[in-house]
Nanobody
Framework: QEQLVESGGGLVQAGGSLRLSCAAS????????LGWFRQAPGKEREFVAA????????DYEESVKGRFAVSRDNAKNTVYLQMNSLKPEDTAVYYC????????????????????WGRGTQVTVSS
């Protein structure tokens, strides 16, 4: 399992940008598929973005397509979520997640597909 720590959250105005980072301290980062999820108060945790082990494939929830971009830097054991054109409905605690993945060509979008989770970072978008 990876140990994951998110950072970069904060308060921004609608239309602004944030870049979230998730640093991993496990030994299998280069072999892990990674995902970002978010949870708003009173709601279930939902998928936001995912990136394959190789970084060659990404997947996004429909509402964030064209606005968010997930990337990874294996040299730093870090995955990023660049968030642009933020909307108030993006307000949530954002979590990163990792799972060991033998295939390097697929992503994972379900919470139960991941076995390592960070504690989350708060993103608040004001109108």
């Amino acid at each position: 399992q990876e140990q994951l720590v998110e950072s970069g959250g904060g308060l921004v105005q609608a239309g602004g940008s944030l870049r979230l980072s998730c640093a991993a301290s496990g030994r299998t980062f280069n072999r892990d598929a990674l995902g970002w999820f978010r949870q708003a108060p009173g709601k279930e945790r939902e998928f936001v973005a995912a990136i394959s082990r190789s970084g060659g494939l990404t997947d996004y929830e429909e509402s964030v397509k064209g606005r968010f971009a997930v990337s990874r830097d294996n040299a730093k054991n870090t995955v990023y979520l660049q968030m642009n054109s933020l909307k108030p409905e993006d307000t949530a605690v954002y979590y990163c997640a990792a799972r060991y993945s033998i295939p390097n060509w697929r992503t994972f979008v379900r919470t139960e597909e991941y076995d390592s989770w960070g504690r989350g970072t708060q993103v608040t978008v004001s109108s």
